[in-house]
């Protein structure tokens, strides 16, 4: 049997930088940011999608959960945990919801790879040589203790966890599809790549 895995959208951040929440900007005319990561997640074969934090209204046809985050304010870390107590399974792949470019690509090839090698505790995504924590898929069994205990401790940063745990990384076979808007000058920079992926489409 193929296990079963289930996915995340991180939408608590403060969009400080973007100056509005990114969860429900739609900069390209491709659809909300937060219902792309849901629908790439939910195309991937996730068996439940959630919304982890942010102040988001279920819109009627929606397909995902909206979990209030356990930790407001503390970061990434503590969506992560959160979605980990969420999961109905073991598999966790969790996202930020600022991946205009998002496809269920990237997440097949993290669940493939966690699948295979069941003794990892996760796997996170790599982008131009830098660790994506925020693209990436958790053992909940082998993770949320430390994770947790971590947390309180104080730590905060999810990539500093590579050196705790035995986690991998994949290079996924679309970089575009990693690209993340921080600030309104994300928006313009990839301006570019919009137009050539919607022509790809057409």
Not at 50 to 65: L, V, Y
Not at 100 to 120: D, K, N, Q, W, Y
Not at 154 to 167: C, F, I, K, S, V
């Amino acid at each position: 049997m193929i296990e079963a895995f289930a996915g995340a959208v991180l939408a608590g951040g403060r969009s400080t930088r973007m100056g509005r929440d990114k969860a429900t900007l739609d900069p390209f005319g491709r659809g909300e940011l937060l219902e792309i990561a849901v629908q790439s997640l939910r195309s991937s074969g996730a068996v439940a999608v959630a919304a982890i934090g942010g102040k988001i209204s279920r819109r009627p046809d929606s397909t995902h959960e909206t979990v209030p985050d356990a930790h407001p304010g503390e970061g990434p870390l503590g969506g992560i945990i959160t979605a980990l107590r969420w999961s109905p399974v073991d598999l966790v792949v969790v996202i930020a919801c600022d991946m205009p470019f998002l496809t269920e690509g990237p997440i097949a090839e993290l669940v493939s790879h966690a699948r295979e090698r069941p003794s990892l505790a996760g796997v996170f995504a790599v982008l131009d040589g830098r660790v994506q924590p925020l693209t990436a898929i958790w053992r909940r069994s082998l993770t949320l203790e430390r994770l947790e205990a971590g947390f309180e401790s104080g730590e905060r940063a999810p990539r500093r966890l590579l050196d705790l745990l035995p986690m991998d990384t994949i290079e996924c076979a679309d970089p575009d599809a990693l690209i993340d808007l921080d600030s309104p000058a994300d928006i313009e920079r990839y301006a570019a790549v919009a137009r050539e992926r919607t022509t790809g489409d057409s």
